[in-house]
């Protein structure tokens, strides 16, 4: 027994491996995949694919993330009822659809942002249904324990999508931000609907089984499920790519639109650390249910302090780095057209080390099952973001204090309601 126990946790431990190095390698060729796009387009044009960038990544990230987490929780939960997975694509496919009436409403607005070209705005909707099949594949395959396959797709999804930019670029004599735009959503749909075809079919098998006697799931129950998470997790891809989209709809004139331009190619980035925050979630999660569990206060507000320590020096080590060598990064992998002063990069920088801060802190929320706590949290960043968004009147100063200061307050906000939260209640949630 002990030795199928060492067994399995060595088979996870590499699973786990594998799922790291599919992030960090998707995460690398996904900024190559940006990098491509930069170099092919004006910078004005690039402020354009910037703001469908950004609204891909919160109609994807921010709406179905919480899908993902329950269909895997779920298929991974011994005894679970009947049909947990097509009632899981079914709650997505109906977000899907609430999303499309979403921008069919948006349109004007989103046609701004996208410099008037109607095909992105298609392209965004379109982008709208398949990632309710892409997050739903992806929760299925860890749930399933298919932890390699899972690996294998995400970078097979980047890998399309530096494919696809490539040929773009050098097919098309004058590519325009719609072109590139379709190119993500191929590359998604290419990657993930044989693999969603495979377990309709039911050729992907779960590790554990369905007992008949706790009945069906349908899509009312796991909307249930997922919709304490959705709020967080909307918030928290509206503060990183609220203010991408926003600089191009307030840019009004050809110089606002350039510098639009630039601010997304610096954002973009000083966001490269935020491709490590996955993997780094899955490794606290454990370490802080089990101190929870425990009960043992003061080893959370160590590890707490710990945090908020290391944070610090992260920021700071952002500050001198995006200051002093952030302009000659921008050139190096964008192009001499991007480079903002250094002032400009080191405040964004920051940001992202806010960011991270407020996004590792809500994990002790998650763990002890505080979902609402954690929604509150990332309401209170967006709130001040918003706040500063409508005080500041410089186009880029503004976006780049909204998101440092938005995350800041949201990190401060997490962390308060950790350490003030009594001991009951957060057993409570944990039991």
Avoid at 156 to 163: E, I, K, N, S
Avoid at 187 to 196: D, E, G, K, N, V
Avoid at 315 to 334: H, K, R, T, Y
Wanted: charge should be positive; charged fraction near 10%; hydrophobic fraction near 60%.
């Amino acid at each position: 027994m002990e030795v199928r126990v060492l067994a399995g946790t060595g088979s996870r431990s590499r699973s786990l491996g594998l799922v790291g190095l599919g992030i960090v390698g998707s995460g690398l060729l996904v900024n190559i995949y940006l990098a491509i796009v930069a170099r092919s387009l004006p910078a004005a044009e690039y402020a354009y694919f910037g703001a469908f960038w950004s609204l891909a990544q919160v109609a994807g990230f921010g709406m179905f993330l919480s899908v993902e987490q329950e269909t895997a929780r779920l298929l991974q939960t011994p005894g679970r009822p009947l049909g947990v997975l097509k009632a899981a694509l079914l709650t997505a496919a109906t977000m899907a659809v609430a999303q499309l009436a979403m921008v069919a409403l948006g349109w004007p607005v989103l046609s701004r942002a996208f410099g008037g070209q109607t095909f992105t705005v298609v392209a965004l909707g379109v982008l709208c249904l398949v990632s309710a099949g892409q997050f739903v594949v992806r929760g299925a395959l860890i749930g399933m324990d298919r932890m390699g396959r899972h690996a294998a797709i995400m970078f097979l999804d980047a890998v399309l999508r530096v494919g696809l930019a490539a040929l773009v670029a050098t097919a098309v004599a004058d590519p325009g931000s719609s072109a590139f735009a379709w190119t993500l959503v191929v590359a998604i749909a290419l990657s993930h609907t044989p693999q969603l075809l495979s377990l309709l079919r039911r050729r992907t098998r779960a590790a554990t089984e369905p007992d008949p006697a706790a009945g069906w799931w349908g899509p009312r129950q796991v909307w249930s499920a997922v919709a304490p998470l959705v709020l967080g997790s909307l918030c928290a891809q509206l503060l990183l790519n609220g203010p991408s989209v926003l600089v191009p709809v307030l840019a009004e004139s050809e110089l606002d639109a350039t510098r639009a331009g630039q601010f997304l190619a610096v954002f973009t980035l000083t966001r490269i650390p935020l491709f490590l925050v996955v993997p780094l979630q899955t490794a606290l999660l454990p370490m802080l249910t089990a101190i929870l569990h425990s009960g043992d206060r003061a080893t959370l507000h160590r590890v707490i302090r710990l945090l908020s320590l290391g944070l610090l020096v992260l920021a700071a080590a952002a500050l001198a780095l995006g200051w002093l060598a952030g302009p000659w990064l921008v050139e190096l992998i964008f192009g001499v057209q991007y480079v903002l002063p250094g002032v400009h990069i080191a405040l964004l920088a920051t940001g992202v080390a806010a960011y991270i801060g407020l996004v590792l802190v809500t994990q002790v929320l998650v763990a002890s099952v505080r979902h609402r706590l954690v929604g509150w949290s990332w309401l209170s960043g967006l709130a001040v973001a918003a706040l500063v968004l409508a005080l500041v009147p410089d186009l880029l100063l503004r976006a780049e204090l909204a998101f440092l200061l938005g995350s800041t307050a949201g990190w401060l906000v997490s962390t308060a309601l950790v350490l003030t939260e009594r001991r009951e209640r957060v057993l409570q949630g944990v039991a």
